[in-house]
């Protein structure tokens, strides 16, 4: 059983990027492989388990390849992929492209009903997951479901510990005799790779993209971050299975013939330790991600320490070429922050699933501002084109202004997988995607990202931007991170809620802090009133000021690596008043509220 994929762009123009050049033309695992014998011993993957050479990782590839091919799985085939990040991940991709197969990877973490969700929905005849992950039983909840899936045939567990029963060891697997196995060759413009979003639909959105797509559009874009063409040793602090981590296998090592560290659960300790000890050219990750690692860095004293006992702060760090930050909106402090402690430029990543992408380049070592903030950078033809339309009638927009943003280019995916609403809302007759997202392109073709058009607080019919909010509070003196949401309210309809991560709070924090955790107000945390006053200092209407406040430790991360809204709209629900939480500061005129949980 097969899931039907179709292309939404028109397929002349797809074509004409592989005539002149733009995308290579060739399946991943065509393009792993002659990487592979360009230079045979180059590392390929570093884990917690050690170094793999390019040549090693191959014979891993073709074994899981032959193994999986012997339990049926065949060109077109969808097969989930929940690993962390580690060298299963990065095989798993690899034998999968060389069957012709489809990737469906989702990061561990995702709750059993949001997998059942993606693996019904896209088909999936296996799927791939550890034994145990952080207290987990990945595998054994997918073989769980596995009567609800009537497409799913095949659960295989990867190790270490002892496969649940009715799963199939990956370690079996990859014994496999690989001898007589023929690559296939499928179309570099077939489906290769399922993304995964979130967004802001009921259920996740899984968007398909091609060989071509992922090797050229998202290539390029990693291209254009490499000065002298040097393969790049890319650090992701983000897993593989999210959308920013597709730049890992497809990007990082079957086009550019790189390096990838990895590490299979980020912490800001193991994160400073394999910047040190492995000296990536590139970092790639998500803001909240850095103000952590900043905060180990800012407190030399710190009783954090790494894997090895080694303490976290203290000492410069090995400057990479590029600090790359996607996934949520950059403030100019982090920026500036982040450029002097890794003593490189800080690139503004602006990008999504559904196919836009857009960053700021390594001509500036902090990202560009306008009043808005970071602003996104000068869209790249090679990578995806953007223009500006009318949110009703879809018209382009001259420069200078706002609409929404819209874009094509090599790295457009095909379609949503099994979601013809989600292509008709989301996709132009032409092929152009519609993000949902404000912004403009101003003379010189830069784009400014302004807001969204769904993702609003509703206070008694004012629209609030969390994103505005969240960027003035980051100006103040005590906030080193801050998440905004909406909270349900009686009379308002929504009220917004500021989530704060006081300055020092992580690195002074004790060993029983958890990520996410509640911390007591102390000397230097802000309340409500500071807050309010320092906005009212900015010019924000006060109608935006947030009311109500949660001090955390550190925000809590989704299994994308992304702060986690939906745990802190919990963690907000009303609570008793006195449980050592900050809460109940009120902006004068605005009627009191609960204390936050």
């Not at 819209?406 to 979601?419: E, F, H, I, K, S």
Request: proline share 9%; hydrophobic share 40%; charged share 20%.
């Amino acid at each position: 059983m097969t899931v039907a994929l179709h292309d939404l762009l028109p397929a002349a123009l797809r074509r004409s990027w592989a005539a002149d050049g733009t995308c290579p033309d060739l399946d991943l695992y065509s393009l792993y492989r002659a990487r592979r014998i360009a230079d045979p011993h180059r590392p390929a993957v570093v884990d917690a388990r050690g170094t793999l050479c390019y040549t090693a990782l191959d014979r891993r590839v073709r074994a899981l390849a032959a193994g999986l091919r012997d339990l049926g799985v065949g060109p077109g085939d969808v097969v989930g992929v929940q690993l962390p990040n580690n060298r299963h991940a990065v095989t798993a991709d690899l034998a999968l492209a060389a069957l012709g197969a489809i990737a469906l990877p989702f990061p561990v973490g995702r709750g059993v009903a949001e997998a059942e969700c993606l693996l019904r929905r896209a088909e999936a005849v296996a799927v791939v997951a550890p034994v145990e992950h952080r207290g987990t039983h990945p595998a054994a909840g997918l073989r769980a479901l596995a009567p609800a899936l009537p497409a799913l045939r095949h659960v295989v567990a990867a190790g270490p510990g002892d496969a649940p029963e009715g799963t199939i060891p990956l370690s079996r697997l990859t014994r496999t005799d690989a001898t007589g196995l023929t690559p296939a060759r499928p179309d570099p413009d077939s489906a290769a790779r399922i993304l995964v979003s979130s967004g802001s639909e009921a259920e996740p959105k899984m968007v398909a993209y091609s060989h071509n797509a992922l090797a050229g559009g998202r290539g390029n874009f990693l291209a254009s971050l490499m000065p002298d063409g040097t393969p790049p040793r890319c650090l992701f602090l983000v897993p593989l299975a999210s959308a920013f981590g597709s730049n890992g296998t497809a990007v990082t090592l079957a086009r550019h013939g790189g390096t990838l560290v990895l590490l299979d659960h980020f912490t800001p300790e193991a994160a400073l330790a394999a910047v040190r000890e492995h000296q990536p050219t590139h970092v790639l990750g998500v803001p909240t991600m850095i103000r952590m690692m900043l905060d180990r860095l800012d407190d030399p004293e710190s009783s954090h320490v790494d894997g090895r006992g080694e303490r976290a702060g203290g000492g410069e760090l090995p400057p990479p070429t590029a600090l790359v930050l996607g996934g949520a909106p950059l403030d100019e402090a982090t920026a500036h922050a982040a450029a002097k402690a890794f003593g490189c430029p800080v690139v503004n990543l602006y990008g999504s699933a559904d196919g836009v992408n857009c960053h700021t380049g390594l001509d500036h070592r902090t990202p560009p501002t306008d009043a808005s903030g970071v602003v996104a950078g000068r869209p790249d033809p090679r990578v995806a084109d953007i223009r500006i339309t009318d949110p009703a009638s879809h018209e382009p927009l001259p420069d200078g202004r706002v609409g929404e943003i819209t874009a094509r280019g090599p790295m457009t995916p095909l379609c949503y997988v099994g979601a013809p609403g989600l292509d008709a809302r989301y996709r132009t007759p032409d092929g152009w995607v519609r993000t949902g997202d404000l912004g403009y392109l101003d003379g010189e073709h830069t784009l400014h990202v302004v807001g969204r058009l769904k993702d609003v607080v509703i206070r008694g019919g004012a629209n609030i931007s969390p994103a505005e909010v969240e960027r003035e509070l980051r100006t103040h003196p005590d906030v080193r991170d801050v998440v905004c949401v909406g909270v349900p309210d009686r009379l308002m309809g929504e009220r917004l809620a500021a989530c704060v991560v006081a300055r020092g709070a992580g690195a002074g924090a004790g060993a029983g802090a958890g990520a996410g955790g509640a911390a007591r107000t102390g000397a230097g945390a802000p309340t409500l009133a500071s807050l309010s006053t320092h906005l009212d200092g900015r010019g924000l209407e006060r109608h935006k000021h947030p009311e109500r406040l949660l001090i955390v430790t550190e925000l809590p991360l989704t299994p994308a690596g992304k702060p986690d809204r939906a745990a802190l709209r919990e963690r907000l629900a009303p609570a008793t008043p006195g449980d050592g939480t900050t809460g109940g500061d009120t902006p004068a005129g605005a009627p009191p509220l609960a204390h936050a949980g």
